[in-house]
């Protein structure tokens, strides 16, 4: 890892914690995620590890099942209307509210696997005191669509 990837920022995260969090930011970041194999030995943070810590410190949130429905094709969610003989017609968004409207939290919890997480407005302030990190690793390209 080079040395100044090993540089810790004033609120005591490396700049693969300040990655992860732009990376919540732009994309979907599940619990599925998988990093690509240079993010350990380029960022020097094994990421699940980075996901729990950010969490922990409140700058990324671990969301339920409810929040994490949009993740799901529309495949996915007409089998769940199917096990509640409800309707499959529509489009994506029509399909989601109608899960939404007709599923518990708790039956989606149980249901559901794949959770999203996303960035907290703690996490968004640390990531614009370090936005200087992103760009220096090599993110310009997306960085500059945000």
Not at 18 to 31: A, G, R
Not at 57 to 67: H, P
Request: a positive charge.
């Amino acid at each position: 890892v080079p040395c100044a990837n090993m540089v810790r920022t004033e609120e005591g995260l490396l700049p693969g914690h300040i990655v992860m969090l732009w990376l919540m930011e732009v994309s979907s970041i599940t619990n599925e995620f998988i990093a690509p194999q240079y993010f350990e030995y380029r960022y020097g943070v094994e990421a699940e590890e980075a996901k729990r810590l950010l969490v922990d410190k409140g700058y990324a949130v671990y969301c339920g099942a409810r929040e994490s429905l949009s993740l799901l094709n529309a495949d996915v969610l007409k089998r769940l209307l199917k096990g509640k003989d409800l309707s499959l017609s529509g489009k994506k968004e029509e399909l989601l509210q109608r899960v939404l409207n007709n599923f518990s939290g708790e039956e989606l919890d149980g249901l559901i696997t794949l959770r999203r997480y996303r960035i907290a407005p703690e996490g968004t302030a640390v990531l614009d005191r370090h936005r200087d990190i992103i760009k220096r690793h090599g993110m310009k390209a997306m960085y500059s669509s945000k």
